[in-house]
């Protein structure tokens, strides 16, 4: 009997290893995304805003792309929730896109 509970036992600790292992990998495949996307959105930015700061006159739409692409570099460097840095980039992304119209 004692052996039979044994067995169960490895079973069901087997199971249990086998998906928490399974969760940890999924978990960490999502946060190198997140990452990845943050750094894709700081590119972003800093191409329009060198794209601004080359191609155009106005010193008021230099000063604000710069402006931009400096807060979104404090706040890929802070240690906010990647969630929230995810928006707050988005945003940023989006104002200096609205900055060329």
Do not use: C, H, Q, W
């Not at 739409?61 to 995810?86: D, H, Y």
């Amino acid at each position: 009997m004692v052996l039979l509970y044994m067995i169960l036992g490895a079973i069901i600790l087997y199971f249990v290893i086998k998906y928490s292992v399974r969760n940890a990998i999924l978990e960490a495949r999502f946060k190198k995304t997140d990452v990845f996307e943050i750094e894709e959105l700081l590119e972003e930015i800093m191409s329009r805003k060198n794209e601004i700061v080359m191609f155009y006159d106005s010193k008021e739409m230099k000063n604000k792309a710069t402006e931009i692409n400096n807060e979104s570099l404090k706040v890929s460097s802070s240690s906010r929730p990647v969630k929230e840095k995810l928006s707050l980039l988005k945003d940023y992304r989006n104002e200096i896109i609205s900055i060329k119209k």
